[in-house]
Nanobody, 123 residues
Framework: QVQLVESGGGLVQAGGSLRLSCAAS????????MGWFRQAPGKEREFVAR????????YYADSVKGRFTISRDTAKNTVYLQMNSLKPEDTAVYYC????????????????WGQGTQVTVSS
């Protein structure tokens, strides 16, 4: 059974940094894309970034490009989201997700989801 467990959320001031982690277990992820999504109160869940487990190619939403970096450690089966220059509008619950669909960027394309971790950016 696939399990994705996020950690690393918290409260940070605007301009600060946080690193989120997603520990993946339950299967071999070499054929998977791993994604990060976020959902702010009253808003739909939105795509943030994804990485191809094999090869490490990445893709970002325009809103985070240049500030966020997604990476993975294949030995630890963990995906990271390094978030720099955080803004109050980055405040949301951040979710890790996994899919075998190529270049997936929408919620319905992802098969597995973590429980989420709260990120709050104060102004």
């Amino acid at each position: 059974q696939v399990q994705l467990v996020e950690s690393g959320g918290g409260l940070v001031q605007a301009g600060g940094s946080l690193r989120l982690s997603c520990a993946a277990s339950g299967r071999t992820f070499s054929s998977y894309y791993m994604g990060w999504f976020r959902q702010a109160p009253g808003k739909e869940r939105e795509f943030v970034a994804r990485i191809r487990w094999s090869g490490g190619s990445t893709y970002y939403a325009d809103s985070v490009k240049g500030r966020f970096t997604i990476s993975r450690d294949t030995a630890k089966n963990t995906v990271y989201l390094q978030m720099n220059s955080l803004k109050p509008e980055d405040t949301a619950v951040y979710y890790c997700a996994a899919t075998r669909r190529l270049m997936a960027s929408t919620t319905y394309e992802y098969e597995y989801w973590g429980q989420g971790t709260q990120v709050t950016v104060s102004s």
